[in-house]
């Protein structure tokens, strides 16, 4: 499964969409949540999305996160995923949640959607699932185009990955939108130190990253599964010079 560890964190059938719906099938009406439940991801989006956002869910599958966005206050979510059978499921099980919207879609055409049109894409293993997949690089390069275009300017996209700086912040720079990043290390859900400690460190202490977008070469890893959340804010192009702003904590 993607994030157990590092050996097991990719699969050539995770870009396929005839493995996921193979797989929501055989699932049925269970959930998962890939990597992190909401309650590990709220403080995050409670700093980050207002509740009254528009939000897409890119790449939902049959997580139980945006069902939990909506107990907590959240309003209109968008949830789109590539398998048809995935899709089904959880539009009938939502059925009775007016704040959740299910619709089959490629991330990488979302012309269904208008320009500007959201306040936050969230992308849980989408994005990890396309560099698993056959043209890696331009299903990457596709899906981060068409999420740039459906933000309004100083949208977010909060994407949470295995992937560390070195291997997504390339990605993020090809695209033709300038974006400011900042960068949270959360340990993978249950981690224990070796000697049996939880991790010492605070989640939402912003890790810096070098003015080439990569991690300190002093910075160290706790846990090493852990799970990258990028807050990417879509700016305005006019502004600043920049392809890809590493907030103010260039070190
Ligand atoms: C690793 S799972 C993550 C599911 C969910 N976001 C979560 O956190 O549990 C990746 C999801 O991306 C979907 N997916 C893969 N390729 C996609 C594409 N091109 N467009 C839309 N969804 C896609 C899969 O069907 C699957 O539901």
């Known amino acids: 499964m993607l994030g157990e560890g590092p050996s097991s964190q990719c699969s050539y059938t995770y870009g396929d969409s005839g493995y996921w719906d193979a797989r929501y099938l055989e699932e049925g009406l269970s959930s998962i949540d890939w990597y992190q439940r909401y309650s590990a991801l709220r403080p995050f989006l409670r700093e980050f999305l207002p509740l009254s956002s528009r939000v897409l869910m890119a790449g939902c599958g049959n997580a139980l996160m945006s069902e939990d966005m909506v107990k907590d206050g959240y309003v209109d979510i968008v949830n789109i995923d590539i398998s048809s059978v995935v899709i089904e499921i959880m539009r009938r099980k939502c059925a009775h949640i007016p704040q959740l919207e299910y619709m089959q879609m490629d991330v990488r055409d979302m012309s269904f959607f208008q320009d500007e049109s959201f ?34 300017p100083g949208g977010t996209y909060m994407l949470i990955t295995y992937g560390d700086p070195s291997v997504r912040v390339p990605h993020l720079n090809k695209t033709g939108c300038k974006w400011k990043i900042m960068l949270y290390v959360i340990p993978r859900p249950g981690y224990q130190a070796g000697d049996g400690s939880s991790s010492s460190k605070s989640i939402m202490e912003p890790v810096p990253l070098t003015d080439k977008g990569l991690l300190p070469t002093d910075f160290i890893l706790e846990d090493p599964d852990s799970h990258y959340i990028y807050i990417c804010k879509k700016m305005n192009e006019l502004l600043e010079d920049d392809r890809v702003v590493v907030d103010a904590n260039i070190v």
Do not use: W, Y
Not at 142 to 149: A, D, F, G, K, T
């Open 119 to 152: 306040h936050c894409v969230i992308d849980k293993g989408t994005l990890d699932s396309l560099m698993c997949g056959t043209n890696a690089p331009l299903s990457a390069f596709q899906m981060l185009e068409e999420v740039s275009r459906i933000l309004k």
